[in-house]
């Protein structure tokens, strides 16, 4: 058996509502709560809401294969890693590039060659350097290109996983998303069957629509009977827009995955 916890994303919910006031309702329900850049927040209000984090967007710009696109993620990975000091959260996302306008990528690659594999490799290695030094995990989250995020480099769930198992270090793990993952890939669990032991969070929405659990394709209770036959003891977060009514949309979620 396990003990999944739970989280949602404030970015995507409550939307009528400031952005500390989403981060309180989630937290009211009992829930961890996920934020993406938090540049445009007001980090010191969300450090006192009470609110418990679970992962946060651990870079501000930069990519993992061009001399000045590693600079700037590295500089910006290190920037991130004291906000997430202060906010207590434990994991810091990262994807294949960084993301513009629209979750497009703003450097779009065609083709990522031999040698863009192996320079992401080491860039990963040292941003979990990075993450170790400082107590923090950093999570490679997987995209889809078809529908959100086309021409994005190592989008697939397959790619991070493969990037992950190559730097195999402690403070890298997957963030593996199953919204994602079903668009470009589908068979769920045995994907997560086999990134178990390299997982640091989950993070799901339904297809098409990207939004609650039971408003789509997925069989979201079958994954989750899955992650608990499994024993996954670690974090399921729901970064998805609601249908309707936040709360009923999280209603829906927590049903999909209690036990």
């Known amino acids: 058996m396990s003990d999944i916890r739970l989280a949602a994303c404030a970015e995507m919910l409550f939307c009528d509502l400031d952005f500390l006031d989403r ?13 993406w850049d938090w540049s445009t927040k007001d980090v010191d209000a969300l450090a006192a809401s ?31 890693l004291p906000i997430a000091e202060r906010l207590g959260c434990p ?11 629209g979750g497009l990528p703003v450097r779009p690659v065609e083709v990522v060659t031999p040698q863009m594999w192996l320079t992401a490799a080491d860039t990963l290695h040292r941003v979990a350097e990075l993450g170790a030094a400082a107590g923090r995990t950093f999570v490679l989250e997987n995209l889809n290109l078809a529908v959100d ?9 397959a790619d991070t996983l493969a990037l992950v198992r190559a730097v195999d270090h402690p403070n890298l793990r997957l963030n593996l998303d199953l919204y994602h993952a079903q668009i470009g890939e589908g068979n769920l669990i045995s994907l997560v069957t086999e990134a178990l032991p390299y997982i640091g969070e989950i993070q799901v929405a339904d ?34 827009w609601a249908s309707g009514d936040s709360d009923a949309a999280l209603d829906a979620f927590v049903a999909a995955f209690a036990g």
Not at 91 to 101: K, S
Not at 149 to 157: E, L, N, V
Request: charged residues 20%; negative net charge.
């Open 23 to 35: 981060v309180r309702r989630i937290a009211d329900r009992g829930l961890l709560v996920e934020i």
């Open 91 to 101: 994991r810091l996302n990262l994807h294949g590039t960084g993301l513009g306008e």
């Open 149 to 157: 995020h086309p021409g994005t480099p190592f989008a697939r769930a």
């Open 207 to 240: 297809v098409p629509g990207r939004r609650e659990p039971g408003t789509g394709e997925i069989n979201y209770r079958a994954v989750a009977d899955a992650l608990r036959a499994l024993g996954y003891d670690g974090v399921v977060g729901m970064e998805a």
């Open 50 to 80: 009470g609110a418990e984090f679970s992962s946060m967007t651990g870079y501000l710009t930069g990519d993992l294969t061009t001399p000045d696109g590693i600079a700037a993620l590295l500089e910006s990975a290190a920037a991130s």
